[in-house]
């Protein structure tokens, strides 16, 4: 994805050469903390609601085994450039 993002850059012929940062960051989530987000993302939000219960329930069960809190570890990704001038029309 950021590949493709840089090529857009490069073809509009408007930019400097791109650049892609990375960030890693981490978040500890309780147990009550990420089951409120998880009906939130991804195909979740399609679920029936039985459905989306047994995960929850599941979900709830696997943070509870490893003591009821957990870190999650996250990359962000950015691919930027600087727009070039623009030739003085007058």
Do not use: N
Not at 34 to 39: C, E, F, K, S, Y
């Amino acid at each position: 994805m950021c590949a493709k993002a840089a090529d857009g850059f490069r073809q509009a012929g408007e930019f400097g050469g791109p650049e892609q940062w990375r960030f890693g960051w981490d978040r500890s989530y309780t147990r009550s903390e990420w089951l409120d987000q998880v009906p939130t993302f991804g195909g979740h939000t399609q679920l029936p609601p039985a459905q989306l219960r047994d995960l929850l329930a599941g979900i709830g069960a696997a943070i509870d085994a490893v003591s009821g809190s957990f870190t999650m570890h996250y990359t962000t990704v950015t691919v930027t450039a600087v727009r070039l001038a623009s030739p003085d029309p007058g």
